[in-house]
T-cell receptor, first 111, second 113 residues
Framework: GNSVTQMEGPVTLSEEAFLTINCTYT??????LFWYVQYPGEGLQLLLK?????DKGSNKGFEATYRKETTSFHLEKGSVQVSDSAVYFC??????????FGQGTELSVKP | DGGITQSPKYLFRKEGQNVTLSCEQN?????MYWYRQDPGQGLRLIYY???????QKGDIAEGYSVSREKKESFPLTVTSAQKNPTAFYLC????????????FGPGTRLTVT
C-alpha cells in the first residue's frame, strides 16, 4: 500500500541555519508528492509539489526534488527564519485523489 | 477570493449530543474531504466525496456521518457514537480524477465534555 515516512521532530534550529526534513514514500505507480505547512491553530497550506520523477518543487526559499530511485522527497531551505516555525507534512497522491500524509515534523527556529 | 470556509472556529458540546461542522467551498471543486487531527498527530481521513450525492468512508468513519447535497457544501456530523470526538477537524477540496493538490480550510476545534 501507499505510505509516507517523515523524520521525527521536533527539529530546533537557529535562525539562518540550513534545514533538511527527510521524507520517504512507498507507492504503487507514479504518485504526485507534496509538502504542506501548518502554522499553530490553522489549516494546512500547500508549500510545494512535484508531479513526476526528477521534478523540483520550490516556493518561499523551500525546495524538494522527487527522487524515484530513492523514493524520497526531502524538504530543504538554505536559511531558515523564525517565521518558518511550523509543522511540515509530506504527502503523496495517486490516481483517485486521496492524500496520504506523513506524521508531520515540527520545526522551531530560534532567533 | 476563492477558498474554503469552516465554521465555527471553536465548538463546545456536552457528551451525548450530535454536532454538525460546516464546510463550504467556492473553488468549483468536485471533490471534498474531512480529516481529523489529534495533538502531535498527522491527519486521518474520515469521509470523502468525489461528486454530489456520493461519498465514501475513509479510515476512521465510525461515529461520523456526512452529506453532499450541493457541490459547494460538505457538512460533517459528529454523532454521540464517536467515542473520542474532541479533536481538530479539517475540511479540504480538490479537483477530482487525478493526483491533484488539496486546499484546506482553517479548521474547527471541537471540544466535548
Amino acid at each position: 500500500g501507499n505510505s509516507v515516512t517523515q523524520m521525527e521532530g521536533p527539529v530546533t534550529l537557529s535562525e539562518e541555519a540550513f534545514l533538511t526534513i527527510n521524507c520517504t514514500y512507498t507507492a504503487t505507480g507514479y504518485p504526485s508528492l507534496f509538502w504542506y505547512v501548518q502554522y499553530p491553530g490553522e489549516g494546512l497550506q500547500l508549500l510545494l509539489k512535484a508531479t513526476k520523477a526528477d521534478d523540483k518543487g520550490s516556493n518561499k526559499g523551500f525546495e524538494a526534488t522527487y527522487r524515484k530511485e530513492t523514493t524520497s522527497f526531502h524538504l530543504e531551505k538554505g536559511s531558515v527564519q523564525v517565521s518558518d516555525s511550523a509543522v511540515y507534512f509530506c504527502a503523496l497522491s495517486n490516481q483517485g485523489g486521496k492524500l496520504i500524509f506523513g506524521q508531520g515534523t515540527e520545526l522551531s527556529v530560534k532567533p | 477570493d476563492g477558498g474554503i470556509t469552516q465554521s465555527p472556529k471553536y465548538l463546545f458540546r456536552k457528551e451525548g449530543q450530535n454536532v454538525t461542522l460546516s464546510c463550504e467551498q467556492n473553488l468549483n471543486h468536485d471533490a471534498m474531504y474531512w480529516y481529523r487531527q489529534d495533538p502531535g498527530q498527522g491527519l486521518r481521513l474520515i469521509y470523502y466525496s468525489q461528486i454530489v450525492n456520493d461519498f465514501q468512508k475513509g479510515d476512521i468513519a465510525e461515529g461520523y456521518s456526512v452529506s453532499r447535497e450541493k457541490k459547494e457544501s460538505f457538512p460533517l456530523t459528529v454523532t454521540s457514537a464517536q467515542k473520542n470526538p474532541t479533536a481538530f477537524y479539517l475540511c479540504a477540496s480538490s479537483q477530482s480524477g487525478g493526483p491533484y493538490e488539496q486546499y484546506f480550510g482553517p479548521g474547527t476545534r471541537l471540544t466535548v465534555t
